[in-house]
């Protein structure tokens, strides 16, 4: 079982509120990611990091901001959170370019009121 | 651009064998993955492709064709629990992973 984890797990806020994705992995990885999956969509790359202090954005930055301080720890965060923000946001941990394989928390479901 | 393409929709019966198709264009190749997501949750990793050829791992089969850029997934005697969204995605030249939108794969008694 994957040691990946994600808070919270479902939120409804107000349009214009700032929220802050938690995600946190102890297999040690470098690399680690951020999706947006829309239901029945492809996954969009929005942040990655490949580790401590790197930070690069994806096709979809969607007005997000990331901190990579520790390994472990991958934040995300939505400064002014407007409906379109709606979406399921997977974070995920790995050696993609190693194994193959990338390791998923369960997903934040945001919605925005 | 870089796209990957898989059915929306298949639908199979318990017990028999189904192949999910994908195929890609993307800038550089350095790996073909298959997922599995259940409604609601998060994808689980299946397969990984490298080399031309088929990869077997018990029920799942994986194959790879890199001049033709195609690939499937083999799932063989299904059961219900196979019920289930499979993504194909590639890995590019820049090591980032590209993501088809998922096959939902439809499992009937």
């Known amino acids: 079982e994957a040691d990946i984890y994600q808070t919270p797990r479902y939120l409804v806020i107000g349009t214009g509120k700032k929220i802050t994705l938690e995600c946190s992995q102890t297999?040690?990885?470098?690399?680690m990611y951020w999706y947006q999956q829309d239901p029945g969509m492809e996954l969009h790359l929005i942040h990655y990091?490949?580790?401590?202090?790197?930070?690069e954005k994806g096709d979809l930055s969607s007005e997000s901001t990331v901190s990579r301080i520790r390994t472990e720890h991958f934040p995300l965060t939505l400064e002014s959170a407007r409906p379109s923000h709606t979406s399921q946001y997977l974070c995920?941990?790995?050696?993609?370019?190693?194994?193959?394989?990338?390791?998923f928390g369960e997903g934040s479901r945001l919605t925005v009121l | 651009g870089q796209n990957i393409d898989q059915p929306t929709e298949m639908t199979a019966t318990e017990g028999a064998i189904v192949q999910i198709n994908c195929t890609y264009q993307?800038?550089?190749?350095?790996?073909l993955f298959w997922y599995q997501q259940h409604a609601g949750e998060a994808p689980t990793f299946l397969s990984y492709?490298?080399l031309d050829g088929l990869e077997e791992k018990g029920r799942f089969s994986s194959f790879l064709s890199r001049s033709k850029g195609y690939s499937y997934l083999l799932l063989k005697e299904l059961q219900m629990k196979d019920s289930a969204s499979y993504l194909c995605?590639?890995?590019?030249?820049?090591?980032?992973?590209?993501w088809g939108a998922g096959t939902k794969l439809i499992i009937k008694p």
């Open positions: 995920a941990s790995g050696l993609p370019a190693e194994t193959g394989e990338l390791f």
């Open positions: 297999m040690g990885h470098d690399k």
């Open positions: 990091s490949y580790g401590v202090n790197s930070t």
């Open positions: 993307t800038s550089g190749f350095n790996g």
């Open positions: 492709n490298v």
């Open positions: 995605a590639v890995m590019d030249s820049n090591y980032q992973l590209i």
